[in-house]
């Protein structure tokens, strides 16, 4: 009998690209599963580009390439992180996706971290002003959703460079947006029927494990799994409990979790050396 064909369809986070979901695609493409990484519209250019994206164009386009790929595919999957989980979860109750399993990794059903953003309180004020939301900029800053001090140093330097990775900002027009979606995401969660696995940082800055288990509730604790993270904040597939993510994906999924090779924790020595060397560039590019 021939092997099933697998598919995973990979949505990444706001601003960002498919490095949002740090090297699942290459662990998933390891364990024989082919990967299908989506650009969602406003997204892989600049952040002007959001400006007048709406929610609907973003599910519009992943239901597109859904229906587009699941023809192709024995079983296909669904799996997004931080924006992406919320049109995952969107989709899978759209679709009433039965083809595959489900994954919500850092899902932002409330803003409610640690870290509060600055337009939290007044955001919605802020909308209701003609052109305002537009002209506002949200900033990506520190500590960029990452605890490792080694892979925030990193981060850093890569927008100092400008590497085309995440946006340096997203207009406030574009939060109104994921605040729309959060409000439709949180309807109707009982119509999804596939197992369903939630990963989140109980440290994430941006959206507190409430909205983990928010999701689990209403989808059904009997389809659904929640593992809370213990050393990473909200950017959970490139920080320190980034294996442990990759592990509890292919066990969802039913794969071999031993292409995971497990990083051994880096000594003290080696570890600032490549901080010395991250913060070095940062300086390099502070004189340019």
Known sequence: MAAQRIGVLLVHGLGGTQYDLGSLHKTLQ????ETH?????????????????????WL?????????????????????????SLIAVELAKRMRHAKGRLIALAPPVFLDGWSTPWYRAVRHLVYRLP????????????PYGIKSDLVRAMVKARFARGDNFHYPWVP????????????VVQ??????????????????????PRSAYFLAER????????????NSYHMICVDNDRD???????????????????????????????????????????LL
């Open 30 to 33: 390891k364990a024989g599963v």
């Open 172 to 183: 406030l027009s574009c939060i109104e947006q994921v605040d729309r979606l959060r409000a």
């Open 60 to 84: 519009e386009a992943v239901e597109k390439q859904y229906l587009e790929i699941a023809p192709q595919y024995d079983v296909l999957h669904i799996m997004g992180m931080c924006l992406g």
């Open 244 to 286: 442990q993510v990759a592990i509890e994906v292919l066990r969802h999924l039913q794969l071999d979790t031993a292409v995971v090779k497990v990083r051994e924790r880096k000594t003290s020595q080696r570890v600032q050396e490549r901080l010395r060397r991250a913060n070095a560039g940062l300086a390099q590019n502070a």
């Open 187 to 208: 309807r109707d969660l009982d119509r999804i029927q596939c197992p369903t696995l939630i990963v989140h940082a109980d440290e994430d800055e941006l959206t507190s």
């Open 219 to 230: 989808i059904g604790h009997d389809r659904t799994r929640v593992v809370i993270l213990q």
């Open 37 to 57: 990484c989506i650009t969602l519209p406003g997204h892989g250019g600049q952040p002007q580009d959001l400006i007048g994206v709406m929610m609907e164009d």
């Open 131 to 142: 052109g305002l939301a537009r002209r506002m900029r949200v900033a990506e800053e520190e």
